[in-house]
């Protein structure tokens, strides 16, 4: 799909305009400036014109610090994009920070459309006039708080698409990077990808929204990461853009096949790394756990194993979940991420068949009979697994299994057929005693 980038000065509108295209809230709006970072990308489509929305930070000639990584994160997108939407304000008339901006969409030689958001009222449709000076061609007026003008602008923005002919291989599986703030997840990120794709810096928090960034697989399969805003323990959000990026984390998880929980080694397990965890086996997502930052930790073998035991201990709930020490400032480790997610997405979507399951259930029944209850012999009648992603296998029996028992029959089936990296579910359903005769 052609891909658009929306791009302008800080606090013009941008990602309100970017939820008009997409009829949807998607984008964090916010009235303080500065609230988008990093580059995301949305699906969408006009008039049957598929493309893809990339929303920006601001754009802010001579900023310093952490707002200048911003603005290259922009200039990044609009060397990337096929066509580009510069978003003004109206209501203010062009400033110096425009034209210079104009000046560097001009030397792009891209098509650009130029939005001159909040004309919220036709009397002010004028206005919109003063952009011309850009030189980029005529400006849209258009309210996108409130939708007037939309629809001519987005006839504009699909008439400035060019054709492109690119590969539509869907992406084979998708991994959410998910952690506390600031233990590494955009450093990995850039790491995997090779390039700068999610701002890194020291302030806890500097993700607020999903990044997605894609790479190929060394069979040229494709993988599609995510990058999601740290998440922290609901009771102790306070600011409303945390909270949303929060919502936004936990529904990126649910789409995911797998996710790569970063765990900084220097801080342990925290009780809030534990409740990430738990948030991936309610999801019944695949695991890979990153032991980030592991060049902190002592050279001598008997503290790393008790650093190892710790988090085995503590995260004792996903010892299924494959581990890979990691620092990702050095590229300790990430060449052994991509083979681990990689596997514990095929694991995920697996499927045993059903002779194979019974005999392994059988086996293990021979071995080691379910304890009597009440007196009463508890038997496994058959078994199957229902579905994949994650794996699930269903136990048909004449009473109820304890919650030993379905851990032994997961053990046994790992043990022959291993699922690294994904849960295995173990469900049980009790035949009535007439269905059995029947």
Not at 78 to 96: K, R
Not at 270 to 275: A, L, V, W
Not at 334 to 349: G, N, Q, T
Request: proline share 6%.
């Amino acid at each position: 799909m052609p891909v658009v980038a929306i791009v302008g000065r800080p606090n013009v509108g941008k990602s309100s305009l970017v939820n008009r295209i997409l009829g949807r809230r998607e984008a964090i709006v916010e009235t303080m400036p500065g609230v988008t970072r990093d580059r995301k990308h949305f699906a969408t489509e006009w008039n049957g014109r598929s493309f893809e929305v990339v929303d920006t930070g601001g754009l802010e000639p001579g900023a310093d610090g952490l707002n200048a990584r911003v603005a290259e994160q922009a200039q990044v997108a609009i060397e990337a994009a096929d066509a580009i939407v510069l978003v003004v304000d109206a209501s203010v008339g062009p400033n110096q920070d425009d034209l210079i901006v104009a000046d560097l969409l001009r030397k792009s030689r891209k098509p650009v459309v130029v939005a001159a958001n909040k004309v919220d009222d036709p009397a002010d449709e004028p206005l919109a006039a003063a952009f011309f000076r850009l030189g980029l061609g005529e400006p849209r007026p258009l309210s996108a708080l409130h939708g007037r003008g939309s629809g001519d602008f987005l006839e504009a923005l699909v008439a400035a698409l060019p054709e492109v002919d690119r590969d539509a291989d869907d992406a084979w599986g998708a991994v959410a990077i998910i952690g506390r703030p600031n233990v590494g997840k955009s450093s990995i990120l850039n790491a995997l990808t090779g390039q700068e794709r999610s701002i890194v810096d020291s302030i806890p928090g500097t993700t607020r929204d999903p990044v997605d960034a894609h790479m190929r697989l060394p069979d040229g399969r494709q993988l599609r990461i995510v990058d999601t805003a740290g998440m922290r323990r609901q009771v102790q959000i306070k600011d409303p853009i945390e909270y949303f990026s929060l919502i936004r984390s936990r529904r990126t998880l649910a789409r995911v096949d797998v996710a790569l929980l970063v765990i900084d080694v220097g801080e342990g397990v925290t009780t809030h790394d534990q409740h990430l965890a738990q948030e991936i086996v309610e999801h019944g997502r695949a695991c890979v756990i990153a032991l980030n930052k592991w060049d902190k930790i002592p050279l001598e073998e008997t503290d790393r194993k008790r650093i190892d035991v710790a988090v085995l201990q503590k995260l004792r709930f996903l010892t299924w979940a494959t581990h890979v020490r990691t620092n990702a400032l050095t590229g300790r480790g990430i060449d052994k991420l991509v083979p681990k997610l990689a596997e514990a997405i095929a694991s995920h979507r697996r499927r045993l068949p059903t002779a194979l399951v019974n005999r392994l259930v059988r086996d293990a029944q021979a071995q080691q009979p379910h304890p009597r209850t009440g007196g009463r012999a508890i038997r496994i009648l058959y078994a199957v697994q229902a579905q994949s992603s994650p794996p699930t296998v269903v136990v048909f029996s004449n009473g109820r299994l304890d919650t030993g028992y379905r851990r032994y029959l997961e053990n046994r089936l790992r043990a022959t057929e291993a699922f690294p990296g994904s849960p295995l579910r173990i469900e049980v359903r009790v035949k009535a005693r007439r269905e059995r005769k029947g």
